[in-house]
């Protein structure tokens, strides 16, 4: 039976509209059913040529009893980041907070009234990679907001702080120096896995924006140029 994304135009929130998960779309239905529930919200965000996405679907999303965990204990919500490049900017800027990187899927654990409290990205099906399983994520999650609220208040407030915008932004806040550009390419470049490709170990996710970042420059900066179209080209 089609979830509440069934009506949706988005082609990604499509492919998970026949998912036993009862996913819903952001939006005010989805928001107020957690408030009326007072049930935690599990936000999925990822995009349709996304191929980690597509794995936890078919992995995690397909799977009966994974779904039924999910839905007795959260509201699920499924979101496009290219439909919504600003829930997914708020919440991208959560994830690395809490983990030390970002990637899609990204899956973050919020409160009621929207503060993050647990993120990740791609969860496998059993344990690998040092990686818990999606399974136990959930019922650590659940198990926490049952038995212990309070920390949970604790991490949302403290990871709210953390994203939310100052009231008075400094000066020169926005300004980066040609010298902090060139050292961020030269960093990347110098971490680049020559081997494997990306960046950092396994599992690895497409770094869209480093490599939007990565051709950007290359218009600009020709002492780099060669190495830059090498990296982002590398297959």
Excluded at 56 to 68: G, K, V
């Amino acid at each position: 039976m089609p979830n509440h994304l069934v009506s949706e135009n988005s082609p990604y929130l499509l492919q998970h509209a026949n998912n036993p998960v009862n996913w819903y779309a952001w939006g005010e239905e989805a928001l107020t059913k957690a408030r009326l529930e007072n049930k935690p919200i599990f936000l999925s965000v990822g995009y349709a040529a996304c191929h980690w996405c597509h794995r936890m679907r078919e992995e995690s999303f397909e799977d009966p009893e994974t779904a039924i965990l999910m839905n007795q204990e959260f509201i699920s919500i499924k979101v496009d980041r290219e439909e919504r490049p600003d829930v997914d900017g708020i919440y991208m800027q959560a994830t690395v907070a809490m983990t030390g990187s970002g990637g899609w899927p990204m899956s973050v654990f919020l409160t009621p009234d929207l503060r993050p409290f647990f993120a990740g990205t791609y969860f496998p099906p059993v344990r690998r990679h040092n990686m818990p399983s999606f399974k136990e994520v959930l019922s650590s999650i659940a198990n926490a907001w049952h038995e212990d609220v309070q920390e949970v208040d604790r991490v949302g407030n403290q990871v709210l702080e953390h994203i939310r915008p100052p009231l008075h932004k400094p000066e020169n806040r926005n300004e980066i120096t040609t010298d902090a550009l060139e050292a961020a390419i030269k960093n990347l470049l110098e971490s680049y896995d020559w081997g494997y490709g990306g960046w950092g170990a396994a599992p690895k996710f497409p770094q869209s924006m480093t490599i939007e970042f990565l051709l950007h420059r290359a218009t600009t900066d020709t002492t780099q140029r060669e190495q830059i179209i090498k990296a982002v080209t590398h297959v």
